[in-house]
């Protein structure tokens, strides 16, 4: 019912920044926090960033806190990840997800997922 197609992924070299987007379908994106996983090579699926549904509150792993900003354009039923002075350990399969409710900071709690985009930053 609830759809989510991430974008923006590619390769770029450390200290570059890239912006990701995160297109919601099938219901209005202001009834859901929406949150940003990642999953690197050989290591588990990780929070990286959420914002809860009133807007009010934006959250971030310490990894990426003071790099990377999650944005909302509710008007576009979208969300961006801006990742900059992105690092090697940057790199991983991002994943956008959505949930009707409170956000939550575990991937658990949430029944709805992209396909997710790739990262790839090299020394």
């Known amino acids: 019912q609830v759809q989510l197609v991430e974008s923006g992924g590619g390769s770029v070299e450390a200290g570059g920044s890239l912006r990701l987007s995160c297109v919601v379908s099938?219901?209005?994106?202001?009834?859901?926090?929406l949150a940003w996983f990642r999953q690197g090579p050989g290591k588990e699926r990780e929070f990286v960033a959420v914002?809860?549904?009133?807007?009010?509150?934006?959250f971030y792993a310490d990894s990426v806190k003071g790099r990377f900003t999650l944005v909302r354009d509710n008007a576009k039923n979208a969300a961006y990840l801006e990742m900059n002075n992105l690092k090697p350990d940057d790199t991983a399969i991002y994943y956008c997800?959505?949930?009707?409710?409170?956000?939550?900071?575990?991937?658990?709690?949430?029944?709805?997922w992209g396909q997710g985009t790739q990262v790839t930053v090299s020394s």
């Open positions: 099938g219901d209005v994106v202001s009834r859901h926090a």
């Open positions: 914002s809860s549904r009133s807007g009010g509150g934006t």
């Open positions: 997800a959505a949930r009707a409710g409170s956000y939550y900071v575990t991937e658990n709690k949430y029944p709805n």
